[in-house]
């Protein structure tokens, strides 16, 4: 079993930053991918970017490219999501989820693969 925590939500004017953090503990796979999701109120659960273990492969939706970034500690198991640059529209429930997945991996997506462990979720407000 994995146990993931997420912390670092908060509320923040537009333009502002905040820094979200997964870590992830129990038995973790030796080669992983980390995904961070958003759910906003009324809306479908959104892929925001994602991490691979070991060669640290990335993806970032469309909607964040440029203003968040995924960044690892493997040693730590755990994740860094910066989100700079905050815009109304990312007001959401932020959640961590880990997979398990070949060292071969070539495509790091939110949406490839099934997420089987996740954590309870962190707030983000972001004010206009």
């Known amino acids: 079993e994995v146990h993931l925590v997420e912390t670092g939500g908060g509320m923040v004017q537009a333009g502002g930053s905040l820094r979200l953090s997964c870590a992830a503990s129990?038995?973790?796979?030796?080669?992983?991918?980390i995904g961070w999701f958003r759910q906003a109120p009324g809306k479908e659960r959104e892929g925001v970017s994602a991490?691979?273990?070991?060669?640290?492969?990335?993806f970032y939706a469309g909607s964040v490219k440029g203003r968040f970034t995924i960044t690892s500690d493997d040693a730590k198991h755990t994740v860094n999501l910066q989100m700079d640059n905050l815009k109304p529209e990312d007001t959401a429930v932020y959640f961590c989820?880990?997979?398990?997945?070949?060292?071969?991996?070539?495509?790091?997506?939110?949406?490839?693969?099934?997420?089987?462990?996740w954590g309870q979720g962190t707030q983000v407000a972001v004010s206009s």
């Open positions: 989820a880990l997979v398990e997945v070949p060292d071969t991996l070539l495509v790091v997506s939110t949406d490839l693969y099934d997420f089987r462990w």
């Open positions: 991490i691979k273990s070991g060669d640290h492969k990335r």
């Open positions: 129990g038995f973790i796979p030796e080669h992983y991918v």
